[in-house]
Protein backbone atom coordinates (compact mmCIF):
# COMPACT_ATOMS: atom_id res chain seq x y z
CA UNK A 1 0.00 0.00 0.00
CA UNK A 2 2.84 2.59 1.11
CA UNK A 3 4.14 1.55 -2.64
CA UNK A 4 0.86 1.91 -4.58
CA UNK A 5 0.91 5.88 -2.63
CA UNK A 6 4.53 6.75 -3.66
CA UNK A 7 3.76 5.58 -7.11
CA UNK A 8 0.41 7.75 -7.04
CA UNK A 9 2.35 10.73 -5.44
CA UNK A 10 5.10 10.34 -7.74
CA UNK A 11 2.45 10.13 -11.28
CA UNK A 12 0.83 13.28 -9.40
CA UNK A 13 3.59 15.22 -10.07
CA UNK A 14 4.60 14.24 -12.82
CA UNK A 15 1.33 15.55 -14.23
CA UNK A 16 1.66 18.76 -12.13
CA UNK A 17 5.17 19.48 -13.33
CA UNK A 18 3.49 18.69 -17.22
CA UNK A 19 1.16 21.24 -16.35
CA UNK A 20 3.23 24.05 -15.44
CA UNK A 21 4.04 26.28 -18.20
CA UNK A 22 8.01 26.33 -19.19
CA UNK A 23 9.76 29.67 -17.76
CA UNK A 24 10.47 30.36 -21.66
CA UNK A 25 7.29 29.80 -22.79
CA UNK A 26 6.30 32.59 -19.83
CA UNK A 27 8.68 34.78 -20.41
CA UNK A 28 7.32 34.37 -24.17
CA UNK A 29 3.98 35.33 -23.16
CA UNK A 30 4.50 37.63 -21.01
CA UNK A 31 6.20 39.86 -23.96
CA UNK A 32 3.47 39.34 -26.13
CA UNK A 33 1.22 40.87 -23.44
CA UNK A 34 3.09 43.59 -22.32
CA UNK A 35 3.74 44.16 -26.48
CA UNK A 36 -0.06 43.87 -27.54
CA UNK A 37 -0.95 46.05 -24.20
CA UNK A 38 1.73 49.10 -25.45
CA UNK A 39 -0.95 49.43 -28.75
CA UNK A 40 -3.89 49.84 -26.32
CA UNK A 41 -2.00 51.77 -23.47
CA UNK A 42 -0.54 54.83 -26.15
CA UNK A 43 -3.93 56.08 -27.43
CA UNK A 44 -5.43 55.63 -23.84
CA UNK A 45 -2.70 58.12 -22.16
CA UNK A 46 -3.43 60.17 -25.20
CA UNK A 47 -7.23 60.52 -24.06
CA UNK A 48 -6.18 61.14 -20.48
CA UNK A 49 -3.72 63.52 -21.34
CA UNK A 50 -6.23 65.47 -23.54
CA UNK A 51 -8.78 65.00 -21.40
CA UNK A 52 -11.79 67.75 -20.29
CA UNK A 53 -10.29 67.79 -16.86
CA UNK A 54 -6.69 67.20 -17.67
CA UNK A 55 -3.93 70.13 -17.46
CA UNK A 56 -3.73 71.78 -21.06
CA UNK A 57 -0.27 72.76 -22.37
CA UNK A 58 1.57 72.53 -25.67
CA UNK A 59 4.21 70.16 -24.63
CA UNK A 60 1.01 67.14 -24.11
CA UNK A 61 0.57 67.74 -27.92
CA UNK A 62 4.00 66.77 -28.34
CA UNK A 63 4.26 63.85 -26.39
CA UNK A 64 0.54 62.12 -27.53
CA UNK A 65 1.84 62.39 -31.05
CA UNK A 66 4.71 60.51 -30.11
CA UNK A 67 3.09 58.10 -28.00
CA UNK A 68 0.49 57.76 -31.16
CA UNK A 69 3.62 57.37 -33.60
CA UNK A 70 5.12 54.33 -31.01
CA UNK A 71 1.63 52.67 -30.72
CA UNK A 72 1.45 52.20 -34.27
CA UNK A 73 4.90 51.52 -35.03
CA UNK A 74 4.42 48.24 -32.81
CA UNK A 75 1.04 47.82 -34.44
CA UNK A 76 2.95 48.29 -38.03
CA UNK A 77 5.78 45.61 -36.90
CA UNK A 78 3.25 42.90 -35.08
CA UNK A 79 0.41 43.05 -37.87
CA UNK A 80 2.05 44.48 -41.45
CA UNK A 81 3.04 41.01 -42.95
CA UNK A 82 -0.51 39.72 -41.69
CA UNK A 83 -3.24 41.76 -41.07
CA UNK A 84 -2.69 45.33 -43.54
CA UNK A 85 -0.52 43.59 -45.77
CA UNK A 86 -2.94 45.19 -48.48
CA UNK A 87 -1.31 48.61 -47.65
CA UNK A 88 2.22 47.91 -47.37
CA UNK A 89 2.85 45.92 -50.89
CA UNK A 90 3.11 48.88 -52.80
CA UNK A 91 6.07 50.41 -50.40
CA UNK A 92 9.32 49.39 -50.72
CA UNK A 93 10.61 48.65 -47.12
CA UNK A 94 13.66 50.80 -46.31
CA UNK A 95 12.38 51.20 -42.55
CA UNK A 96 9.64 52.43 -40.57
CA UNK A 97 9.52 55.57 -40.98
CA UNK A 98 7.60 56.84 -37.96
CA UNK A 99 10.97 55.87 -35.51
CA UNK A 100 12.48 58.66 -36.99
CA UNK A 101 9.54 60.86 -35.08
CA UNK A 102 10.35 59.60 -31.61
CA UNK A 103 13.59 61.79 -31.30
CA UNK A 104 12.63 64.76 -32.49
CA UNK A 105 8.82 64.54 -30.24
CA UNK A 106 10.85 64.00 -27.76
CA UNK A 107 13.03 67.00 -28.19
CA UNK A 108 10.17 69.52 -28.66
CA UNK A 109 8.55 67.96 -25.64
CA UNK A 110 11.50 68.77 -23.73
CA UNK A 111 11.93 72.06 -24.91
CA UNK A 112 7.65 73.10 -24.46
CA UNK A 113 7.83 71.47 -20.55
CA UNK A 114 10.97 74.53 -20.11
CA UNK A 115 8.55 76.81 -21.65
CA UNK A 116 10.03 77.00 -24.77
CA UNK A 117 7.37 77.63 -27.65
CA UNK A 118 7.84 75.58 -30.62
CA UNK A 119 6.17 77.58 -33.76
CA UNK A 120 5.83 75.93 -37.14
CA UNK A 121 8.27 77.48 -39.39
CA UNK A 122 10.62 75.50 -41.59
CA UNK A 123 13.41 75.51 -39.02
CA UNK A 124 10.81 72.98 -37.04
CA UNK A 125 10.05 71.13 -40.40
CA UNK A 126 13.68 70.10 -41.13
CA UNK A 127 13.76 68.44 -37.93
CA UNK A 128 11.15 65.75 -39.66
CA UNK A 129 12.89 66.19 -42.98
CA UNK A 130 14.49 62.14 -42.13
CA UNK A 131 10.74 60.63 -41.89
CA UNK A 132 9.62 62.74 -44.82
CA UNK A 133 12.27 62.00 -46.67
CA UNK A 134 12.03 57.71 -45.86
CA UNK A 135 8.39 58.05 -46.56
CA UNK A 136 9.22 59.82 -50.38
CA UNK A 137 11.78 57.34 -51.14
CA UNK A 138 9.52 53.87 -49.86
CA UNK A 139 6.99 55.77 -52.37
CA UNK A 140 9.02 56.43 -55.18
CA UNK A 141 11.25 52.83 -55.22
CA UNK A 142 8.06 50.63 -54.89
CA UNK A 143 8.09 50.77 -58.45
CA UNK A 144 11.70 49.31 -58.87
CA UNK A 145 12.56 46.06 -60.58
CA UNK A 146 13.22 43.91 -57.26
CA UNK A 147 15.53 41.82 -60.55
CA UNK A 148 17.20 44.79 -61.09
CA UNK A 149 21.25 44.15 -60.25
CA UNK A 150 21.57 46.98 -57.96
CA UNK A 151 18.36 46.64 -55.64
CA UNK A 152 19.80 42.83 -55.37
CA UNK A 153 22.81 43.59 -54.21
CA UNK A 154 21.58 46.01 -51.80
CA UNK A 155 18.91 43.54 -50.73
CA UNK A 156 21.47 40.35 -50.58
CA UNK A 157 24.16 42.95 -48.69
CA UNK A 158 21.44 44.33 -46.44
CA UNK A 159 22.91 47.47 -47.37
CA UNK A 160 19.57 49.44 -46.39
CA UNK A 161 18.73 47.82 -43.23
CA UNK A 162 22.14 48.91 -41.74
CA UNK A 163 21.83 52.15 -43.72
CA UNK A 164 18.24 52.37 -41.69
CA UNK A 165 19.95 51.50 -38.36
CA UNK A 166 22.91 53.63 -39.04
CA UNK A 167 20.52 56.58 -39.99
CA UNK A 168 18.61 56.03 -36.18
CA UNK A 169 21.74 55.90 -34.21
CA UNK A 170 22.81 59.13 -35.91
CA UNK A 171 19.50 60.97 -35.09
CA UNK A 172 19.15 60.08 -31.72
CA UNK A 173 22.82 60.76 -30.69
CA UNK A 174 22.48 63.90 -31.84
CA UNK A 175 19.16 64.86 -30.21
CA UNK A 176 20.29 62.87 -27.15
CA UNK A 177 23.45 65.59 -26.89
CA UNK A 178 21.30 68.59 -27.42
CA UNK A 179 18.97 67.55 -24.56
CA UNK A 180 22.08 66.71 -22.32
CA UNK A 181 23.28 70.65 -23.10
CA UNK A 182 19.44 72.22 -22.73
CA UNK A 183 19.35 70.21 -19.54
CA UNK A 184 22.72 71.76 -18.13
CA UNK A 185 22.17 75.60 -19.33
CA UNK A 186 18.31 75.40 -17.60
CA UNK A 187 20.40 73.64 -14.59
CA UNK A 188 22.61 76.68 -14.50
CA UNK A 189 19.74 78.90 -14.98
CA UNK A 190 17.93 77.88 -12.25
CA UNK A 191 20.83 77.62 -9.59
CA UNK A 192 20.93 81.68 -10.78
CA UNK A 193 17.53 82.56 -10.63
CA UNK A 194 16.09 80.84 -7.42
CA UNK A 195 16.83 80.65 -4.20
CA UNK A 196 14.38 77.74 -3.53
CA UNK A 197 13.97 74.98 -6.04
CA UNK A 198 11.24 73.14 -4.97
CA UNK A 199 8.18 73.91 -7.63
CA UNK A 200 11.28 73.72 -10.46
CA UNK A 201 12.81 70.00 -9.99
CA UNK A 202 14.28 68.75 -13.64
CA UNK A 203 14.94 65.75 -12.24
CA UNK A 204 12.61 64.57 -15.46
CA UNK A 205 15.18 65.59 -17.65
CA UNK A 206 17.19 63.07 -16.30
CA UNK A 207 14.68 60.48 -17.29
CA UNK A 208 13.89 61.74 -20.76
CA UNK A 209 17.77 61.23 -21.16
CA UNK A 210 18.17 57.41 -20.15
CA UNK A 211 14.78 56.77 -22.16
CA UNK A 212 17.15 58.18 -25.51
CA UNK A 213 19.66 56.42 -23.72
CA UNK A 214 18.29 53.21 -23.66
CA UNK A 215 16.42 53.24 -27.16
CA UNK A 216 19.59 54.26 -28.44
CA UNK A 217 21.63 51.58 -27.11
CA UNK A 218 18.83 48.95 -28.40
CA UNK A 219 19.44 51.10 -31.92
CA UNK A 220 23.29 50.11 -31.89
CA UNK A 221 22.39 46.28 -31.07
CA UNK A 222 20.01 46.30 -33.44
CA UNK A 223 22.63 47.24 -36.18
CA UNK A 224 24.99 44.68 -34.83
CA UNK A 225 22.26 42.33 -35.18
CA UNK A 226 21.56 43.26 -38.70
CA UNK A 227 25.06 42.68 -39.58
CA UNK A 228 26.24 39.86 -37.59
CA UNK A 229 23.10 37.50 -36.30
CA UNK A 230 20.46 36.14 -38.26
CA UNK A 231 16.93 37.29 -37.73
CA UNK A 232 14.13 35.51 -38.19
CA UNK A 233 11.51 37.88 -36.66
CA UNK A 234 13.24 38.46 -33.18
CA UNK A 235 14.42 41.77 -34.08
CA UNK A 236 11.24 43.07 -34.76
CA UNK A 237 9.00 41.41 -32.03
CA UNK A 238 12.34 42.91 -29.47
CA UNK A 239 11.44 46.25 -31.38
CA UNK A 240 7.98 46.05 -30.19
CA UNK A 241 8.54 45.18 -27.02
CA UNK A 242 11.22 47.87 -26.24
CA UNK A 243 8.44 50.90 -28.39
CA UNK A 244 5.56 49.41 -25.86
CA UNK A 245 7.72 49.79 -22.46
CA UNK A 246 9.07 53.23 -24.08
CA UNK A 247 4.75 54.14 -24.11
CA UNK A 248 4.70 53.28 -20.50
CA UNK A 249 7.34 54.42 -19.22
CA UNK A 250 6.74 57.74 -21.11
CA UNK A 251 2.79 57.68 -20.39
CA UNK A 252 3.56 57.31 -16.73
CA UNK A 253 5.77 60.03 -16.69
CA UNK A 254 3.78 62.35 -18.92
CA UNK A 255 0.30 62.07 -16.70
CA UNK A 256 2.31 62.90 -13.84
CA UNK A 257 4.58 65.92 -15.02
CA UNK A 258 3.58 69.41 -14.23
CA UNK A 259 4.78 71.95 -16.72
CA UNK A 260 7.51 73.54 -15.94
CA UNK A 261 6.91 77.79 -15.20
CA UNK A 262 9.84 79.35 -16.23
CA UNK A 263 11.05 82.58 -13.64
CA UNK A 264 10.89 85.62 -15.55
CA UNK A 265 13.87 86.34 -17.90
CA UNK A 266 12.91 89.69 -18.85
CA UNK A 267 15.61 92.48 -18.07
CA UNK A 268 14.28 95.55 -16.13
CA UNK A 269 14.40 98.53 -18.23
CA UNK A 270 16.41 100.72 -16.58
CA UNK A 271 19.85 103.19 -17.44
CA UNK A 272 22.66 100.74 -18.22
CA UNK A 273 25.28 100.26 -14.85
CA UNK A 274 28.84 99.65 -15.70
CA UNK A 275 29.62 96.15 -14.21
CA UNK A 276 32.94 94.98 -14.82
CA UNK A 277 33.10 91.04 -14.86
CA UNK A 278 36.46 91.61 -13.67
CA UNK A 279 36.48 94.62 -11.10
CA UNK A 280 32.33 94.44 -9.51
CA UNK A 281 31.53 98.24 -8.84
CA UNK A 282 32.13 98.32 -4.90
CA UNK A 283 29.41 100.84 -4.33
CA UNK A 284 26.64 98.18 -6.22
CA UNK A 285 28.23 95.46 -3.94
CA UNK A 286 27.82 97.45 -0.87
CA UNK A 287 24.32 98.57 -1.73
CA UNK A 288 23.41 94.71 -1.57
CA UNK A 289 24.85 93.31 1.17
CA UNK A 290 22.99 96.45 3.28
CA UNK A 291 19.70 95.60 1.34
CA UNK A 292 20.14 91.96 1.70
CA UNK A 293 21.01 92.59 6.06
CA UNK A 294 18.67 95.43 6.38
CA UNK A 295 15.59 94.54 4.01
CA UNK A 296 16.08 90.43 4.65
CA UNK A 297 14.45 89.77 1.42
CA UNK A 298 15.93 85.79 1.92
CA UNK A 299 12.78 85.62 4.49
CA UNK A 300 10.39 85.15 1.14
CA UNK A 301 10.97 81.50 -0.04
CA UNK A 302 9.81 82.72 -3.68
CA UNK A 303 12.91 85.16 -4.06
CA UNK A 304 14.06 85.55 -7.25
CA UNK A 305 16.78 86.86 -9.19
CA UNK A 306 14.82 88.90 -11.18
CA UNK A 307 12.66 90.17 -8.16
CA UNK A 308 16.15 91.06 -6.49
CA UNK A 309 16.63 92.74 -9.43
CA UNK A 310 13.97 95.08 -9.22
CA UNK A 311 14.04 95.58 -5.63
CA UNK A 312 17.77 97.22 -7.01
CA UNK A 313 16.56 98.99 -9.69
CA UNK A 314 19.38 97.05 -11.70
CA UNK A 315 19.09 94.56 -15.04
CA UNK A 316 18.57 90.72 -13.90
CA UNK A 317 22.34 90.18 -15.60
CA UNK A 318 23.55 93.11 -13.62
CA UNK A 319 22.58 91.48 -10.57
CA UNK A 320 23.75 88.00 -11.72
CA UNK A 321 26.77 89.88 -12.60
CA UNK A 322 27.79 91.35 -9.18
CA UNK A 323 26.67 88.42 -6.87
CA UNK A 324 29.25 86.21 -9.21
CA UNK A 325 31.83 88.54 -9.47
CA UNK A 326 31.49 90.61 -6.14
CA UNK A 327 30.76 87.71 -3.80
CA UNK A 328 32.01 84.76 -5.67
CA UNK A 329 28.76 82.96 -5.40
CA UNK A 330 25.92 82.14 -7.73
CA UNK A 331 22.36 83.27 -6.61
CA UNK A 332 21.24 79.98 -5.12
CA UNK A 333 24.38 79.82 -2.74
CA UNK A 334 24.07 83.76 -2.08
CA UNK A 335 20.64 83.70 -0.84
CA UNK A 336 20.97 80.48 1.48
CA UNK A 337 24.02 81.80 3.25
CA UNK A 338 21.82 84.23 4.62
CA UNK A 339 19.19 82.05 5.26
CA UNK A 340 21.09 79.42 7.01
CA UNK A 341 22.84 83.03 9.25
CA UNK A 342 19.49 83.63 10.01
CA UNK A 343 18.63 80.07 11.27
CA UNK A 344 21.86 80.33 13.36
CA UNK A 345 20.48 83.74 15.14
CA UNK A 346 16.94 82.19 15.65
CA UNK A 347 18.23 79.03 17.20
CA UNK A 348 19.50 81.73 20.15
CA UNK A 349 16.29 83.71 19.70
CA UNK A 350 14.22 83.71 23.31
CA UNK A 351 11.00 84.58 21.32
CA UNK A 352 11.10 81.27 19.38
CA UNK A 353 12.46 79.11 21.08
CA UNK A 354 9.65 76.84 21.52
CA UNK A 355 9.96 76.35 17.75
CA UNK A 356 10.95 73.30 16.02
CA UNK A 357 13.70 73.10 13.16
CA UNK A 358 10.98 73.03 10.77
CA UNK A 359 9.73 76.04 11.76
CA UNK A 360 12.91 77.58 11.84
CA UNK A 361 13.51 76.95 8.84
CA UNK A 362 10.23 77.89 7.38
CA UNK A 363 11.16 81.14 8.83
CA UNK A 364 14.16 81.98 7.71
CA UNK A 365 12.90 81.51 4.36
CA UNK A 366 13.52 77.81 3.42
CA UNK A 367 10.54 75.85 1.72
CA UNK A 368 11.17 72.34 2.76
CA UNK A 369 12.91 70.24 5.56
CA UNK A 370 14.90 68.12 3.18
CA UNK A 371 16.42 71.16 1.49
CA UNK A 372 16.97 73.06 5.08
CA UNK A 373 18.77 70.23 6.28
CA UNK A 374 20.84 69.57 2.74
CA UNK A 375 21.75 73.38 2.78
CA UNK A 376 23.14 74.00 6.61
CA UNK A 377 25.28 70.98 6.46
CA UNK A 378 26.93 72.05 3.13
CA UNK A 379 27.48 75.32 4.72
CA UNK A 380 28.17 74.52 8.77
CA UNK A 381 29.28 71.38 8.25
CA UNK A 382 26.96 70.11 10.99
CA UNK A 383 23.39 68.95 10.61
CA UNK A 384 21.04 71.44 12.62
CA UNK A 385 20.69 69.22 14.86
CA UNK A 386 24.02 68.99 16.24
CA UNK A 387 24.50 72.60 15.79
CA UNK A 388 21.88 73.12 17.97
CA UNK A 389 22.78 70.85 20.71
CA UNK A 390 26.47 72.13 20.75
CA UNK A 391 24.59 75.39 21.32
CA UNK A 392 22.60 73.99 24.38
CA UNK A 393 25.94 72.78 25.84
Avoid: C
Avoid at 30 to 57: E, Q, R, W, Y
Avoid at 166 to 173: A, D, E, G, N, P
Avoid at 217 to 243: M, P, V
Avoid at 315 to 335: A, C, K, M, W
Wanted: charged share 20%; hydrophobic share 45%.
Amino acid sequence: MWTSFKVAKYRFGLNLYSNVLPLSSFINQLSLILTFAGIAVGPFVVLLLNSKGGAKSRARVFLSVLLISLSFSIAHILFAGAVIDHLTTEVYSLGDPTFLLIAPLLWFYIKELTGEQIRLSLNVILHFLPFLLMIFFSLTLRSTDPHNQFMEILNQNNVIKVGFWILLLVQFSWYQLMTREKWVRYETFIQQEVSNKEGVDISWVRFFLMVFLLINIYFLFSLFATIHLNNDGWLERTTALIFSLSVFALGYKGILQKEIVQPEREEIDTPPVNVSTSKPDQELVTRLIVHMTEKKPYLDAELTLSGLAKDLSLSRSQLSILINEGTGDNFYDFVNKYRVEEVKRLMTDPQVKNYNLLGIALEAGFKSKSTFNLIFKRFTGLTPTEYRKNLSS
